[in-house]
């Protein structure tokens, strides 16, 4: 098992930018793909971006294509979402997530770990 844990949210300007970290703890961490989330206020959760075990799968949501980088450094259990040109719109409660599937996963039925979550907040 893993347990996701996110930081690095936070309140930032538009076109400014946040790295989010989600150190996970485990062993396998290595084995798991990792996915990020986000849920904006009176909206459903959303697909962020995704990365396989080896990194060398990603998938970006179209919304934040070009925009955020998903990364992964298995030797320090951690995954991470550098984001930049933030927008208001971006403004959420952003999840790690872990799941067993292989490949890139989308779907966040398919996530069995997920840690709490971690705010960003972009100002217009």
């Known amino acids: 098992q893993v347990q996701p844990v996110e930081s690095g949210g936070g309140l930032v300007q538009t076109g400014g930018s946040l790295r989010l970290s989600c150190a996970a703890s485990g062993r396998t961490f290595q084995s798991y793909t990792m996915g990020w989330f986000r849920q904006a206020p009176g909206k459903e959760r959303e697909f962020v971006a995704a990365i396989s075990w080896s990194g060398g799968f990603i998938s970006y949501a179209d919304s934040v294509k070009g925009r955020f980088t998903i990364s992964r450094g298995n030797a320090r259990n951690t995954a991470y979402l550098q984001m930049n040109s933030l927008k208001p719109e971006d403004t959420a409660l952003y999840y790690c997530?872990?799941?067993?599937?292989?490949?890139?996963?989308?779907?966040?039925?398919?996530?069995?770990?997920w840690g709490q979550g971690t705010k960003v907040t972009v100002s217009s």
């Open positions: 997530a872990a799941t067993t599937a292989s490949g890139v996963v989308v779907r966040a039925t398919e996530y069995e770990f």
